[in-house]
Nanobody, 122 residues
Framework: QVQLVESGGGSVQAGASLRLSCAAS??????MGWFRQAPGKEREGVAR???????YYTDSVKGRFTISQDNTKNTFFLEMNSLKPEDTAIYYC??????????????????WGQGTQVTVSS
């Protein structure tokens, strides 16, 4: 059974760091990604990593966030540094289990985590 389990959210002050984790099981992952949705806003792609290791970040997080995976490739992470209040959102991990490319668009991802809240106060 396909499953993603997220962890690592929380409430921090601006400038702090958090690391989100997403444990994957039950399938081959071709693309992994992180998305976020702030109150009253549409879901936004944050970062993605292909199975070959190529990464892409949305402009607002470049230089502050890093997507990575562990050696088993069963868990991937979003390291978030220099957090800002505008990073406040529910963060979702997602994976593509079909080999049809890897782009930071929700339509490419068929399996989603449950979401974890990240709150950054000023």
């Amino acid at each position: 059974q396909v499953q993603l389990v997220e962890s690592g959210g929380g409430s921090v002050q601006a400038g702090a760091s958090l690391r989100l984790s997403c444990a994957a099981s039950g399938y081959t992952v071709y693309c992994m990604g992180w998305f976020r949705q702030a109150p009253g806003k549409e879901r936004e792609g944050v970062a993605r990593m292909s199975s070959a290791g190529g990464t892409y970040y949305t402009d607002s997080v470049k230089g502050r966030f890093t997507i990575s995976q562990d050696n088993t490739k069963n868990t991937f992470f979003l390291e978030m540094n220099s957090l800002k209040p505008e990073d406040t959102a529910i963060y979702y991990c997602a994976v593509a289990t079909r080999d049809w490319g890897c782009q930071l668009h929700a339509d490419f991802f068929g399996v989603w985590g449950q979401g974890t809240q990240v709150t950054v106060s000023s």
